[in-house]
């Protein structure tokens, strides 16, 4: 049984990607710029945004954390918005989520150029990741693609399921699993005798926010396991929606929870933005 070392892998890719953009740097003068956008006080937002600003600060980018108070409104939010998408100098807005219950996430989405949208959620971007020309692509898929990729998982003729079908996870990490060749089933809180479902799945990907919701019944011999849940256990400990001790008795290769998805969700932020960056030099 292998664990997927998420954590290695990003570090691995950070340091590339610092070196790329060094190299941008010296050939046109050009460095990528990420703002991320917060509003209020969400503690659990804190923490990413600051794991985010460092990690766009380690890879050599121009960042900027935009604080606003809880009570911005929601022109007030548009109008930061579109000073960023006018703004050549920046090729990543992130708007951390969720925002005050008054804004309209929607309509934030909306507002952020698909160019900058490195987050991958603009209807824009989703509709060509679902029609097979990804340009910006959810990070947390994304990344783990790249953990199949360096583990050197063949996805292509394999059964694959996703537990869950939420915008962020559920949905594109199918449509790339379908791009890679995958036979892709989508199953939810909804699915009918799930635990049969799932153990089809040569592939399994689980996204469904309930700690240790998937136990060894659940998993085929053999079978590829990634963990995207971030749940807390009745120690009060960070656990995924796998029963880690458990389904690492049957699985080919489970990622752990910390140090699985989560480094390589922030990492793929950082690529996409110097993706960003680049295609911006063509135009």
């Not at 790329?20 to 046109?28: F, I, N, R, Y």
């Not at 209020?40 to 945004?49: D, F, H, K, R, T």
Request: one cysteine or more.
């Amino acid at each position: 049984m292998v664990v997927i070392d998420g954590k290695a892998l990003a570090a691995k890719m950070q340091g590339r990607l610092a070196e790329k953009t060094a190299s941008l740097q010296a050939e046109t003068g050009q460095i990528p710029g990420l703002v991320v956008i917060l509003v209020g006080e969400n503690p659990a937002s804190q923490v990413y945004v600051r794991n985010k600003e460092r990690s766009a600060l380690a890879a050599g980018f121009h960042s900027q954390v935009v604080r606003l108070p809880e009570s911005t409104s929601e022109a007030e939010l548009l109008d930061v918005i579109a000073q960023y998408n006018a703004d050549n100098n920046w090729h990543g807005i992130l708007v951390q989520l969720p925002l005050p219950a008054h804004i309209d996430e929607e309509k934030v989405l909306l507002a952020i150029a698909p160019e900058k949208d490195v987050d991958g959620f603009h209807p824009m971007n989703m509709g060509k990741l679902w029609s097979g020309h990804a340009v910006m692509v959810p990070s947390t898929p994304a990344g783990i693609m790249e953990m199949f990729r360096e583990y050197q998982i063949d996805l292509a003729g394999k059964t694959a399921v996703v537990i869950g079908r939420s915008n962020i996870v559920g949905k594109p990490m199918a449509q790339l699993l379908l791009d890679a060749n995958a036979t892709v089933t989508i199953a939810h809180s909804r699915t009918k005798n799930l635990a049969e479902v799932v153990k089809q799945a040569d592939i399994l990907v689980v996204a469904i926010g309930r700690a240790k919701f998937v136990t060894k019944e659940f998993v085929k011999e053999g079978a590829v396991v990634i963990d995207v849940g971030m749940n807390r256990d009745e120690n009060g400990k960070l656990c995924g929606d796998v029963d880690f001790a458990q389904v690492s008795e049957v699985a080919s290769h489970i990622t752990p929870v910390p140090g699985g998805v989560g480094p390589m969700t922030i990492t793929m932020l950082m690529e996409q933005t110097y993706q960003a960056c680049k295609r911006s030099l063509k135009k």
